[in-house]
């Protein structure tokens, strides 16, 4: 920052000298707040088949995709840097075959009763359990595709409400 644009006050997680910090929510109220997030990943028709035969030779994919998804949301906070420590009181992650396009859509609901949102929590979920889920098959198939990671809806706090209207 040159001395003659001055002092970085417009963002959240930047104090006045330009350091980086951790947003302070002491003083906001705790409310309900929602967010769910959607993911997609694309297989072989090989692949997506042995997944829904229970054929998979590390075990249960979906299982130990939800499990990892469910870990990973309650540890958001230890990958991204300036995300609150929060005490997350439901994670739900749950799979959805669709053979027409050999792809799983997943999708992680988290919950909490507190100062700050779980966006990045139900985003992380999902991003993991289709990590997850790749790890556990790239021998069968190391051309899987991982997309379409967003934000399907939120809600509570000053913010309110929001839902993603461009994808399904």
């Known amino acids: ?10 963002f959240t997680h930047i104090d006045e000298a330009g350091r980086v910090r951790m947003v302070d929510v002491t003083e906001k109220a ?16 090989e692949t997506f088949d042995l997944i829904f035969q229970g054929k998979v ?9 939800r499990i990892a998804g469910i ?12 995300c609150h420590p929060i005490n997350i009181t439901h994670v739900a992650v749950d799979f959805f075959p669709e053979p027409e396009t050999r792809s799983i859509r997943i999708e992680a609901g988290v919950r ?44 509570g706090g000053k913010s309110g409400v929001f839902q993603h209207d461009d994808l399904p």
Do not use: F, W
Not at 30 to 45: E, S, Y
Not at 57 to 62: A, E, I, P, S, Y
Not at 119 to 147: F, H, N, P, Q
């Open 1 to 10: 920052m040159s001395e003659e644009e001055g002092p970085i006050t417009s």
């Open 30 to 45: 705790p409310t309900v707040r929602k967010a769910l997030a959607r993911g997609r990943i694309v297989l072989k028709q």
């Open 57 to 65: 030779k590390k075990g249960n994919v979906l299982e130990t995709a």
């Open 71 to 82: 870990m990973a949301a309650k540890q958001t906070a230890s990958l991204i840097p300036m």
């Open 112 to 155: 909490i009763q507190g100062p700050t949102g779980v966006e990045i929590e139900a985003l992380t979920a999902v991003s993991v359990a289709a990590l997850t889920i790749y790890d556990m098959c790239k021998s069968y198939d190391r051309g899987m595709v991982i997309s379409e990671i967003h934000l399907v809806e939120k809600s």
